[in-house]
């Protein structure tokens, strides 16, 4: 009864993994990011395949060609480490490499291919291979997928969320779903390896190992079942901020909330280029007293469409996006002839400040200086400086 429960188990596991993995690694709109979260499903949905032949053998004879599936297992360390550094690193410089993370499946899945073909044969090289690859959990390999794990966790631990810009409730959701994917990936491969370790019989194939895998995988399946858009592209904005001499930094506040993706992608992109069209032309966050409501009557965006674009699109309120405006307003115009002989109050007021302390906290905010420190290491001639100190 046990034997058939758990046949039943690794077969569900299969149709589950195999239609998540094939949603993933072909929708691009959504999923592009995770391409390797989509490998690492598929892996584990092969080796279920595997796993099933291994319990269900008991009852009926299936062909010996279900051993080639154990081979991917060897993709799952590489492809979950790969997800985790794709979502959270934008340092493309060793990407190019990323193929040399399959060459240990390659490896094994050619000798697994040989070892079935030459099973029709009587040749002793094939025994002699056969024995060598029987059980793919060796010291050697689960000692390696560990590391995969422990790098892994290492750059969960050195994620920065100042560093990054975008929708911070949508990237904190997606940040916590990672921490719990890695405690799973890390109980996975660190089970195996001490059960490995402490196992007698080495060489024996035990379900036990598989059953982990398989449970690993309806845990992710699951997770991407009934909270799908952790995993989408539209919010995940995890890009550096590149502009080397003003680096945004949005103040973490308590009541941030969800916004809801009511657009659709044409729309998002459409109003996107409607509002930096009116703010460039117009310079409307230049007026002192510029509200929501002026802007929504400018493009033609409700307002409640205004707050929710600006919000997910920039990681930022209504206020402080037009702050941010007038702050690079104020930078393109700190060397221009005709702000020469302004004072820091002058080219505050002249950005729409209505205030200087309404312009230090701005600058503080989001630049990290007071407008007396960015002055310096902005304008040509600092030596004009020592009359305009601005607190």
Not at 9 to 23: E, P, Q, S
Request: aromatic share 18%.
């Amino acid at each position: 009864m046990i034997d058939i429960l758990l046949s039943l188990f690794f077969f569900i596991a299969i149709i589950a993994g195999l239609a998540t993995a094939i949603m993933v690694l072909f929708s691009k709109k959504n999923y592009s990011k995770s391409f390797f979260l989509g490998m690492f499903l598929l892996s584990l949905a092969v080796v279920s395949i595997y796993n099933f032949y291994l319990s269900a053998n008991i009852f009926k004879e299936f062909p010996d060609l279900f051993i080639i599936t154990k081979s991917f297992i060897f993709l799952a360390a590489p492809c979950s480490f790969l997800y985790v550094r794709n979502i959270l690193s934008s340092n493309k410089s060793f990407r190019k490499y990323d193929w040399m993370h399959f060459i240990p499946f390659a490896i094994y899945f050619a000798l697994t291919l040989f070892v079935y073909v030459g099973s029709f044969t009587n040749l002793k090289i094939v025994d002699f291979i056969a024995a060598k690859i029987k059980n793919p959990f060796s010291i050697l390999t689960l000692t390696i997928w560990l590391f995969y794990v422990f790098f892994q966790t290492m750059l969960i631990l050195n994620y920065d969320l100042k560093k990054f810009k975008g929708n911070q409730f949508h990237r904190t959701k997606v940040i916590n779903w990672i921490r719990v994917y890695n405690l799973m990936i890390l109980f996975l491969f660190s089970a195996l390896f001490v059960h490995h370790f402490l196992s007698r019989k080495v060489g024996a194939i035990d379900l036990s190992c598989y059953f982990l895998i398989s449970s690993v995988l309806f845990f992710t399946v699951g997770w991407l079942y009934f909270r799908p858009q952790i995993f989408h592209d539209e919010e995940e904005t995890f890009d550096f901020v590149v502009d080397n001499t003003m680096a945004v930094k949005t103040k973490e506040t308590k009541n941030t909330l969800p916004i809801t993706n009511e657009l659709t992608i044409e729309k998002r992109e459409e109003y996107l280029l409607k509002l930096e069209h009116v703010l460039v032309t117009k310079n409307l966050f230049l007026k002192k007293d510029f509200v929501i409501r002026d802007l929504a009557d400018e493009t033609g965006i409700s307002v409640h469409h205004l707050s929710n674009l600006i919000n997910s699109e920039f990681g930022l309120h209504f206020q402080d996006y037009v702050n941010l405006k007038r702050i690079e307003y104020f930078k393109d115009k700190i060397n221009d002839p005709e702000w020469k002989d302004l004072s820091l109050e002058g080219m505050a007021w002249g950005s729409g400040f209505k205030s200087r302390t309404t312009c230090f906290r701005a600058f503080i905010k989001h630049t990290g200086k007071s407008p007396s420190e960015y002055f310096k290491t902005i304008r040509i001639n600092p030596d004009r400086t020592g009359s305009y100190y601005f607190k």
